[in-house]
């Protein structure tokens, strides 16, 4: 695939970020985009605002008087207010407390829960939304049959082939799993939970409940509950020893669960050994609210974060943030994309079961419906994931009464500061198989670029924006052990290494910017398979015109015994001499701990201006030899001082037209 981009010079506007991951600029309603820090510092009231815990924002920084005697009338508001959530959460619960999730009045509130979304939801029913419209069917189901919904002995199971992905009479009726597979014990634990080439006649033949994982037989008894006759478990509806099927299969796997009629999130299992069909103690859910010592798993979010916790007094923040975010399913790397494209998702979590669609968040202790919120502010410090999120995206990059003043609404900022943040967050997640990163979000992406108005999607990152999507940065975090993936992306792509990676936050709109003289002259990429052209790549070419400044390696900062350089380790990067370690001038963040080619020329390409007079510039090394092709080995990071310290002369002899595969 080539993408010509006439247009792309930069006019670079964002700042360093403070840490986490993830980022951009812009917004969309309810979900604002941007990222705020967890702590602000307010000097006219004398203390720490911290979003973290039930603290209602305050912090001494002398003692515990200092704190009396400076705490707001808000401070106390937001105390009250705490307290009654925590009263109505215990008045609650009395009237609704069953010890196990598969007693009858489990299956009966899930029952109700699918039955009024399919009856009043409209956006849910129609699935309004990227890609939700068109009539698509796994090519492999599991069916379940049995006596009545009530009774799930003796149940029927089969694997059904009949169906495929080609089907365009109508749309086959199904859920899907979302799960954690876990480690295999033994050869044996890994036929029981998987189809293979060999073992695919024998599941169509009939499939023994008792065979199968703890997960699994869980899974397959809330959908006959339910009523339904098919569930979608990856690891029996694709053929696990077939390269092919998994391509094809892996492909579609945003659709699937895009068109399942309901997800079954096991999100408290770490393995399909763990059933979600447990005893649960709902107190649970509240005694950690009422600890002095909670701290909630804050997932920033919103360009202006509240200075206050008030959003972690309100029962919506507990059950995504507590309850979702933080347990074992939202530590995988596929589930990121299995939540957001799904319409409707029964959570099992830990206490509680919940619910969550395009229209309604639900749990057991509030099944007509969470409690949410008072304001944006609070709402923006949960994650931007799942069916809602995904549906307003959509719905508001296709709304064309976006546009006020006679100027048009720039609906793809939205798309990027979200995706932006998707990265962050998915690069922190764990995959089976490293070279899955692009594969393991090509679901997502191919649901926005349906909608995305004149954008095109280019190895994890957008054409509209293709040069700030270029200035990422691997985590520094030292207990990360980050590897280049050769064959799956290019080193331009975050893909194409192991780790976490974050972008940082833009400088705010109207601030002044000069041109860094980079353009993006073209782009070429070649997908690994046919099957998915927005998964692995086997190449990516990007041809760019721009500042280039080469050198050498500076190596005195090596390590004698080892032979590694430190993180702040230096290259030349002017025409001649040496640039010495001055902090304040720059920095550079390499994408693996030591680099190739360390005895070799170094170059560095001028690409985005930040906040605070920071330039961003990718270091680069030619390839072979090749003094016009080049591969990416880190991030640097200028004073911009040091770039106009030389003279219009050069600077226009330093432009190169050059290629970065």
Same mark, same amino acid.
């Given at each position: ?257 895009? &068109? =399942?009629?309901?997800?079954?999130? /096991?999100?408290?299992?770490? !393995?399909?050994? @763990?059933?979600? +069909?447990?005893? #649960?103690? %709902? ?34 923040? &507990? =059950?995504?943030?507590?309850?979702? /975010?933080?347990?074992?399913? !939202?530590?995988? @790397?596929?589930? +990121?994309?299995? #939540?957001? %494209? ?34 944006? &502010? ?284």
């Amino acid at each position: 695939m080539r993408f010509q981009i006439p247009n792309s010079k930069a006019t670079g506007r964002f700042g360093r970020r403070r840490g986490g991951g993830g980022v951009g600029g812009g917004g969309f309603g309810a979900l604002d985009t941007g990222f705020g820090s967890s702590d602000t510092y307010d000097s006219s009231q004398g203390y720490v605002s911290v979003t973290r815990g039930f603290t209602c924002g305050h912090a001494s920084q002398q003692s515990d008087a200092r704190v009396e005697e400076q705490e707001t009338s808000r401070a106390r508001e937001a105390v009250s207010k705490k307290q009654a959530v925590i009263d109505a959460y215990k008045a609650s619960l009395e009237e609704r407390s069953y010890p196990r999730a598969d007693v009858p009045e489990g299956f009966e509130m899930v029952r109700k829960w699918v039955r009024g979304c399919e009856a009043d939801h409209e956006l849910c029913r129609t699935g309004r939304g990227a890609g939700k419209a068109e009539p698509f069917s796994p090519t492999r189901l599991i069916e379940v049959v049995g006596a009545s919904a009530d009774d799930d002995d003796g149940l029927r199971l089969r694997l059904v082939e009949e169906f495929g992905c080609d089907l365009t009479a109508g749309r086959i009726r199904y859920l899907a799993l979302s799960h954690c597979w876990g480690l295999s014990t033994s050869e044996q634990d890994w036929q029981l939970k998987t189809t293979t080439t060999v073992t695919l006649t024998q599941r169509k033949n009939g499939i023994t409940m008792a065979t199968l994982p703890p997960l699994y037989q869980d899974a397959l008894r809330i959908t006959h509950a339910l009523g339904e006759r098919y569930l979608w478990i990856d690891s029996l509806c694709i053929l696990q020893d077939s390269a092919d099927d998994w391509t094809r299969e892996s492909s579609v796997m945003g659709r699937i669960y895009a &068109h =399942a009629f309901c997800t079954i999130s /096991a999100d408290a299992a770490s !393995s399909s050994a @763990a059933s979600i +069909l447990t005893r #649960r103690d %709902l107190a649970a859910s509240i005694a950690s609210l009422e600890s002095a010592n909670y701290q909630p798993s804050y997932v920033g979010w919103g360009r202006n974060t509240p200075a206050s916790s008030s959003a972690t007094d309100y029962p919506e923040y &507990h =059950a995504w943030s507590d309850l979702v /975010a933080a347990q074992p399913l !939202s530590r995988r @790397a596929w589930t +990121l994309q299995e #939540r957001q %494209l799904s319409r409707r998702i029964v959570h099992y979590t830990q206490h509680q079961i919940l619910w969550e669609c395009t229209t309604l968040y639900a749990s057991e202790i509030f099944p007509e419906g969470l409690p949410r919120a008072p304001s944006v &502010h609070e709402r923006l410090q949960m994650q931007p994931v799942g069916p809602a999120c995904h549906a307003k995206l959509a719905q508001r990059m296709t709304d064309t009464s976006e546009v006020q003043g006679g100027h048009g609404y720039d609906s793809n900022a939205d798309l990027r500061a979200l995706w932006y943040w998707f990265v962050g967050e998915f690069s922190k997640r764990s995959l089976t198989v490293a070279e899955d990163r692009l594969p393991a979000l090509s679901g997502i992406a191919s649901s926005l670029a349906a909608v995305a108005r004149q954008d095109a999607y280019i190895a994890g990152l957008w054409k509209s924006d293709l040069l700030y999507g270029l200035c990422w940065e691997a985590s520094a975090d030292t207990a990360v052990v980050r590897r280049r993936l050769v064959g799956s992306a290019p080193s331009w792509s975050w893909a194409g290494i192991t780790g976490p990676v974050e972008f940082a936050l833009r400088k705010p709109a109207g601030a002044v910017t000069i041109e860094t003289e980079a353009e993006i002259l073209d782009v070429a990429v070649t997908p690994l398979s046919s099957f998915n052209t927005l998964g692995s790549l086997s190449r990516g070419v990007l041809k760019v015109r721009g500042l280039l400044r080469t050198g050498k390696w500076d190596n005195t900062d090596r390590d004698s015994r080892t032979g590694i350089g430190s993180r702040s380790e230096r290259a030349i990067l002017g025409q001649e001499g040496v640039i010495s370690w001055e902090p304040e001038i720059f920095r550079i963040a390499y994408d693996v701990e030591d680099p190739s080619d360390r005895d070799g020329v170094v170059c560095c390409l001028q690409v985005y201006e930040g906040a605070g007079g920071l330039l961003y510039g990718l270091l680069l090394v030619p390839v072979d030899g090749n003094a016009e092709t080049y591969r990416r080995v880190g991030l640097v990071l200028f004073k911009l001082k040091i770039v106009r310290q030389s003279g219009e002369s050069e600077r226009q002899s330093n432009i190169a037209v050059l290629e970065i595969v």
